[in-house]
């Protein structure tokens, strides 16, 4: 398997420094200091990368996952429901991408 390779120094990335981030649906792996100097540097909103395995991100993944199936489930709010369940699966297939593509090496 290839060795993930931080963004930021072009250095090999560890398991306990792996912090992945996505921005404009391109999501790439860093140190988490590569990370938090990337922050730093990041002069507007849209240059910034928002970290994607965090504690964070998964509780938003798992509340919204929660949201898509109630959406599914019921009737409330009809086809406007349904579609507002779909778009809240968005931040669980990223963290699902993420789990699997970076950080099960």
């Given at each position: ?5 931080c963004?930021?120094c ?7 420094q ?8 391109k ?8 990370f938090?100097?990337q ?33 599914a ?10 579609l ?12 699902f991408?993420?789990?699997v ?5």
């Amino acid at each position: 398997m290839k060795d993930l390779i931080c963004r930021y120094c072009g250095k090999k990335i560890e398991k306990d420094q792996l912090r992945t981030a996505i921005r404009r649906m391109k999501m790439v792996p860093f140190h988490k200091e590569c990370f938090e100097l990337q922050e730093e540097e990041t002069i507007s909103m849209n240059e910034m990368w928002k970290p994607v395995n965090q504690t964070g991100w998964t509780i938003t993944s798992g509340a919204m996952l929660l949201f898509a199936i109630t959406m599914a489930m019921t009737e409330w709010l009809g086809n406007i429901g349904d579609l507002l369940g779909v778009f809240a699966l968005y931040p669980v297939i990223i963290r699902f991408i993420s789990l699997v593509v970076y950080e099960t090496r």
